[in-house]
């Protein structure tokens, strides 16, 4: 099953897919937001669609594809968890998870320009596995029961200015907090379609041209050991979403030359998740 949310920003319809066919969601939640996912998410629309509740809908009118979270409740991002981006990144190998946050606001649609900041010279791409929580997870006993609480996974581009990030002092996010910072989708695919998470090939080109290509079965912490950790030292909520790293091939790494600029187009790819196109734009003050 996969949830989308199609329409202009700000008027998306909740759309669920299941064995090919699309459903209007509305008459079961309003949106994809945080409510829908503590009254049982995925179950509860299998319910209506097993009863017959829901209409199907031609989707092939809808021109843009909105991120399928209306408004995750925070999201938690874990650095340098592929070993080869950690090399490249000329830092040291983690023995924990490396742990920071991005503002729920930098969510966007997958093909949804990405904002340059105005002073930007250094901002850069990162293809991620992200994880969305369908139970409240305090605690954890292990990675088993980790798994179990995962609503399902979507892809996602955590876009990090460098500059602000490493260079200018005090905590990353400084480099992850600005507006379209983190297009999200087309869609959050149910658990249960993902056979094992870290199985899945990634990648991500820059006007054509493939700077990131892996596997999650490359990460240095796992899907299960992630959602474990963080639920030792904070409590997750159902609808909050998880970024599990980037793998090697980012602008870091390579150099000045591949940081984006106006006009590029960035695509992104997860195996069974979907695709993602951004036209990357200059803001202005």
Known sequence: ?????????????????????????????????????????FATLNEALLRGDLSGIDVAGHVRRGAPIQRPGKIVCVGLNYAEHVVESSAEMP??????????NTVSGPDDDVLIPPDSTKTDYEVELAVVIGAESRYLPDEAAALEAVAGYAVSNDISERHYQL????????????????????????????????????SLSVN???????????????????????????????????????????????????YLKDGD??????????????????ATR
């Open 1 to 41: 099953m996969r949830l989308m949310r199609l329409g202009e920003p700000g008027s998306e319809t909740p759309v669920v897919e299941s064995k090919g066919v699309y459903y209007d969601a509305s008459p079961v939640t309003p949106d994809f937001e945080p409510l829908f996912w503590k009254s049982g998410g």
């Open 95 to 104: 023995n924990e998870p490396v742990l920071f946050m991005k503002p729920a």
């Open 167 to 202: 260079e200018r002092g005090g905590q990353w996010i400084k480099g992850k907090a600005a507006e379209t910072f983190n297009p999200l989708g087309p869609a959050v695919v149910s658990a249960d379609e993902i056979v094992d998470p870290q199985a899945l090939s990634l």
């Open 208 to 258: 054509g041209e493939v700077r990131q290509s892996s596997n999650t079965s490359d990460m240095i912490f796992s899907v299960a050991h992630i959602v474990w950790y963080l639920s030792q030292f904070m409590i997750l909520e159902p609808g909050d979403v998880i970024n599990t790293g980037t793998p090697q091939g980012v602008a870091l790494g390579i150099g000045p030359e591949a």
């Open 265 to 282: 187009l960035v695509e992104l790819s997860i195996d069974g998740l979907g695709t993602q196109r951004q036209r990357c734009r200059q």
